[in-house]
């Protein structure tokens, strides 16, 4: 069908939209692609619905290409299947809860492990029946504390989610891979360049998983690569530690009176002019010697706040999504955590917590940190803590330090855990080079679920020998409205969008510019011609529109290819324009659908 600007349900609009901060946002809205319904809740238009329609269609054919079927569940669901594997409560204000008229609690599904794992379960029963891979592209419903930049982070988003069902672990290594190759194929085929890094599996659970992250610095995630090879969102970065020191002739540690040492730099400098250190033992003291011990606040699924102390080298700093990326199994329940600062109420609660000079509590007696600690707060240590290192840290009395206090032998922690800045200059941890930094936005995740989910449901086949065993599991996701956002982004200039092929609403838009009758019959002629050469058309066949108007139109709208129909049509004369390049070629009337039609087929 030609798509007749004079009919077509679309108004652009000069103004970028109030609430808009970035280009995607700001463009889809003015273009007419989308309309605001709610703060991160969306409306698709024609144009943006064929946009949509395009991405989707990409994703499934290169699901069924390894061989997963499409399915497809309600959004609304029972409280039940969350109640089973804990993410009712997990979830925490993620996600939206209603009742129907009974009173039964339903939730919008966020995403939808616990379904897929009680279909299967329902309907298998036997090792033969697997591998499976289904897979259904769905709303997602997720009471995002922040809904940003327009499709980019939704409350209501459109998702690709497959699940892969395997008897063994061999087999849900060849589902991941599986997966991993179809991902890459789908987002080449979208013209979005992603980088799989590695990724902290978070509150889904289970073991090895992987995000593809579109570089750009609008993105939420910061990941790091370097030379060799390695890429990991920050959050999985994983520190080198140093070696164990033997401290068996460690002197003493000793406490000192530093008096207006609050900071970290204020204590370096004190320490260097009331107990230098000499060049032999290292020279000049430095942040690096110092341990640092930053008190956060979690606020755990259930609403409790809850302290917890964590120590570091003083030259680095608390990185807080890592700490809460990596926090989880240290918590007394898992799920979606709060994390924070804490602030002076916290404190007075914990007078103990003498601020700026707290440190792990000392020589004989109880040591102050930890959960077996005077405070009972759990304490936990960046890596390169390690036994034997030895440390300038508070003595938990105002004014004073304690120095040479050394670990494993003055005192202990819970546990070690990756919360330090991961810094552009800092050593992969594969040894394959220096890390550079970069931002990138999350457009797709790959998961080994492992058995979490089949555990939690009891979803068990019977194996060669008549065993019951239970099945072992993946999960993927692609963002699909957040892909029709990222592309936008990355897609456009000055004027308006800029379309890659696979995804335009259409090929070509054709104007008519100008008023001879002519000029309109041969636009509405090539239209149509091109219609029926297979190729998607926009025609702007609206009778008293000036030509800058038009013009602009074509360009924010951003379809590859601009036909344009005016003064050269008495020189027997067509305008054909790249968008992209700016390219423009007169070319005769006669060859325009075959010059159309080849830049079409030339994607
Ligand atoms: P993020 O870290 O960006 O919040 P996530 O890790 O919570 O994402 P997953 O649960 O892994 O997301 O969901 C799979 C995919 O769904 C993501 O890779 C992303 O492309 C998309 N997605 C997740 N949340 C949103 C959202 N609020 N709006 C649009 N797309 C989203
Ligand atoms: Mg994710």
Not at 398 to 414: M, P
């Amino acid at each position: 069908m030609v798509l007749r600007l004079s009919q077509l349900f679309l108004r652009t609009l000069r103004e970028d939209p109030a609430d808009a901060e970035v280009a995607s946002h700001k463009l889809l809205v003015r273009a007419g692609y989308i309309r605001r319904a709610a703060p991160g809740i969306y409306t698709w238009l024609p144009l943006g619905l064929s946009v949509l329609r395009k991405v989707e269609q990409i994703i499934r054919e290169e699901m069924t290409a390894i061989g997963a079927q499409e399915v497809h569940f309600p959004a609304l669901l029972p409280k039940d299947p969350y109640e089973a594997s804990n993410r009712w409560t997990e979830y925490g204000e993620g996600i939206f809860r209603l009742k129907d008229r009974k009173g039964a609690d339903y939730l919008l599904a966020p995403t939808h492990e616990e379904m897929f794992t009680l279909l299967v379960k329902d309907l298998y029963s036997s090792y033969k029946d697997l591998p499976l891979s289904i897979y259904q592209i769905q709303n997602k419903y997720r009471d995002e504390a922040r809904p940003r930049a327009g499709l980019l982070r939704g409350r209501e988003f459109i998702m690709k989610d497959s699940y892969s069902f395997d008897a063994d672990d061999a087999g849900l290594d060849a589902s991941y891979a599986a997966h991993r190759e179809a991902y890459l194929k789908i987002f080449a085929r979208l013209g979005l360049d992603v980088i799989p890094v590695a990724a902290t599996a978070g509150a889904m659970g289970g073991s090895k998983s992987e995000e593809f992250l579109h570089p750009t610095e609008i993105g939420e995630d910061t990941f790091v690569r370097s030379p060799g090879g390695y890429a990991a969102n920050v959050e999985a970065v994983t520190t080198i530690a140093p070696p164990e020191i033997d401290y068996s002739t460690a002197p003493p540690a000793r406490v000192l009176d530093t008096p207006n040492t609050p900071t970290i730099e204020t204590l370096v400098d004190a320490s260097n002019q009331l107990a230098p250190r000499s060049e032999a033992d290292g020279g000049p003291w430095t942040a690096a010697d110092t341990l640092k011990n930053v008190v956060l606040a979690v606020t755990l699924p259930t609403g409790e706040r809850q302290l917890v102390v964590i120590g570091l080298p003083g030259d680095r700093a608390v990185d807080l999504k890592r700490v809460e990326a990596n926090i989880g199994s240290f918590l007394p329940i898992a799920g979606e955590i709060g994390l924070e600062a804490a602030n002076e109420d916290d404190l007075k609660k914990n007078p103990l917590l003498v601020k700026g000079y707290i440190g792990p509590g000392v020589e004989a007696g109880k040591p102050l940190l930890g959960l077996e600690g005077a405070s009972k707060l759990l304490y936990l240590v960046d890596p390169r803590i390690v036994s034997g290192t030895s440390w300038i840290t508070g003595a938990n009395e105002d004014g004073k330090h304690v120095y040479g206090l050394v670990a494993g032998r003055d005192f202990t922690w819970d546990g070690v855990i990756e919360c330090t800045e991961v810094r552009a200059g800092d050593e992969a941890p594969d040894g394959s080079g220096l890390l550079e930094t970069a931002r990138g936005i999350e457009m797709g995740h790959i998961f080994q679920l492992g058995r979490k989910y089949a555990e939690a449901l009891d979803l068990k086949v019977l194996d060669q020998n008549g065993k019951q065993v239970v099945v072992t599991m993946g999960s993927y996701g692609v963002g699909v409205t957040r892909a029709v956002a990222a592309l936008a982004e990355s897609n456009h200039d000055d004027k308006g969008l800029v379309w890659p092929r696979s995804v335009a609403p259409a090929d070509v838009h054709v104007v008519a510019v100008g008023r001879g009758e002519e000029i309109f019959q041969t636009a509405e002629k090539l239209a149509i011609e091109l219609e029926a050469a297979g190729l998607d058309v926009i025609y702007d066949d609206r009778p008293k529109v000036s030509p800058g108007v038009k013009f602009g139109d074509a360009e924010l709208v951003g379809v590859p290819t601009i036909l344009a129909v005016g003064r050269g049509l008495v020189d027997g004369v067509v305008e054909i324009k790249d968008r992209r390049s700016g390219d423009a070629e007169n070319v005769p009337v006669e060859k325009a659908v075959d010059f159309v039609v080849n830049a079409a087929r030339s994607r």
